[in-house]
């Protein structure tokens, strides 16, 4: 790898918990239905003050103010630690495991984790999967079938039509069975989207994975909070996206 990637990602790891930063303000003003870029700069969403700068330098600031606003008192958002930590913790894994690798691979290993991640959080607030992110994940991992050597055309082809056969079967069954939506159609169209990125062999693999996470998250919630939790909707997403990422790491490095 040239030094100038070399730095390059350099800047892609320090710079990864102020783009998180800027994603979950995007995020936030969406779910209080403001305009993103008004205003343009950061202000608390409760007494509306102007932040100064050190009080929107990533991860720190939040430490340092215990996570809340310094003028009002109200708790931030726990959407912004969440992104900035979880760009930050993504950058460097991909960096970490993928040393060895190409700039490209490396770079698109990241982006995937910041596309996942803010997927991941719109699911655990709105319990839904927008099709305008689900398919463009597919359509790009169709493209990095036919365009990289990491997995076959033909592999990512019948990895999405697996996945979606697969979710088709288990969101239809459980609806028939159980009278109530399970597996929603955004966590479907997922699944076929992350099966056109790994390619059909590793898709039980993914799909297991994801379960298991999942049920083990579900067991914990009922352990800690009691049996009501069972009739608890999960956000499914999350799970996938952690799961496939990790899947995608494996089958690359």
Known sequence: MLAI?????????????FFGSCISTILTRAQ??????NPIFSNCSKCSHHLPFFHKIPIFSYIALKGKCSFCGISITWIHITLEIGFLISSL?????????????ILLTIFLAWIFIPLSTFDIQKKRLPDIITVPIACAGFLQGYFL?????????????????????VSVSYSRIRRQTGLGWGDVKLIAAIGAWIGWQFVPWFILLASV????????????HGKHMANERIPFGPFLCGSSWLVWLYTIS
């Open 93 to 105: 894994l991909a960096v970490a495991i993928l040393f060895n690798q190409t700039f490209g691979v």
């Open 32 to 37: 209080r239905q403001q305009t993103i870029l």
């Open 149 to 169: 050597p990491y997995v076959m055309f033909f592999d990512c082809l019948v990895g999405f039509i697996l996945g979606f056969a697969f979710g088709t079967i």
């Open 213 to 224: 996470s999942a049920l083990t998250y579900g067991i914990f919630q009922i352990i800690k």
């Open 5 to 17: 990637e070399q730095n390059f990602l350099m800047f892609f790891v320090v710079s990864a918990p």
